[in-house]
């Protein structure tokens, strides 16, 4: 599981959950690739601007040989909604204990 931290502009927050939640442009560039599973938005309820992502993948090769094979259209998106944040930091790549 990957975990991004956002906290989104003033009044963009409609776009924000438009493009990040599980039925946006990034679970849809997701779900074209092997070993993707889901993708979770949360909102801070102490703070209606910010949010986490949560991105289910089956394993983290599954995830590498995503940013490989679609680093260009990933690079497009990320440029493409830039400007709905002041900030995104990765909060980690989590892996259940179960899986350990």
């Known amino acids: ?46 703070n209606p601007r910010r949010f986490v992502t949560l991105d289910y993948w089956e394993s983290a090769e599954h995830w590498d040989r995503f940013r490989r094979e679609c680093s260009t259209e990933f690079e497009e998106l990320d440029s493409r909604f830039e400007e709905l944040t002041v900030s995104e930091r990765e909060i980690g790549r989590f892996g259940r204990i179960e899986d350990e």
Request: zero cysteines.
């Open 1 to 46: 599981m990957y975990v991004w931290e956002y906290e989104v502009l003033p009044g963009k927050e409609p776009e924000f959950v438009a493009a990040y939640g599980p039925r946006g442009s990034w679970a849809e560039l997701f779900r074209r690739n092997a070993g993707y599973i889901r993708t979770e938005l949360h909102r801070d309820r102490g």
